[in-house]
C-alpha cells in the first residue's frame, strides 16, 4: 500500500517535498515512481527510482528542477521540486513496479497511491 503526502499550494519558484510510504515488503528489484495528472491532461512520467541501485529516471519536464531519493530504513520514496512553475500543477500519484517494464508507462505499474494535489500560483 502506498501513502502519498506533502502536496499544497505554493508560489511560482518555490520548493516542495513529496512522501510515498510504502508498507509491506518492498524487494531490490522493485522500483518506485512519480507520475502527474493536471486538470485536463494525460497522466504524465515525473520520475523512477530502484529500490536497490538508486538509479534514477526523470521526464523531461522536470529534468535539473525535480529529484527523486528513497530511504529504504523508513521505506518511503521523495520528491523534492525546485523552481516550481504553474504547469506543475497536478496531482502528484506514488506507483510501485514489481516487475520489468518501461519506467515511463502507467500501466507497468502495478500498485498507485491516492495522489496529492500540487498547486502552483503565480
Known amino acids: 500500500q502506498l501513502q502519498a503526502s506533502g502536496g499544497g499550494l505554493v508560489q511560482v519558484g518555490t520548493s516542495l517535498r513529496l512522501s510515498c510510504a510504502v508498507s509491506?515488503?518492498?524487494?531490490?528489484?522493485?522500483?518506485m515512481a512519480w507520475f502527474r495528472q493536471g486538470p485536463g491532461k494525460e497522466r504524465e512520467f515525473v520520475a523512477d527510482?530502484?529500490?536497490?541501485?538508486?538509479?534514477?529516471y526523470y521526464g523531461d519536464s522536470v529534468k535539473g528542477r525535480f529529484t527523486i531519493s528513497r530511504d529504504n530504513a523508513k521505506n518511503t520514496v521523495y520528491l523534492q521540486m525546485n523552481n516550481l512553475n504553474p504547469e506543475d500543477t497536478a496531482v502528484y500519484y506514488c506507483?510501485?513496479?514489481?516487475?520489468?517494464?518501461?519506467?515511463?508507462?502507467?500501466?507497468?505499474?502495478?500498485?498507485w497511491g491516492q495522489g496529492t494535489l500540487v498547486t502552483v500560483s503565480s
Open positions: 506507483a510501485a513496479r514489481y516487475y520489468s517494464g518501461d519506467y515511463y508507462q502507467p500501466k507497468d505499474y502495478n500498485s
Open positions: 509491506g515488503r518492498t524487494f531490490p528489484s522493485h522500483h
Open positions: 527510482i530502484s529500490w536497490s541501485l538508486g538509479v534514477t
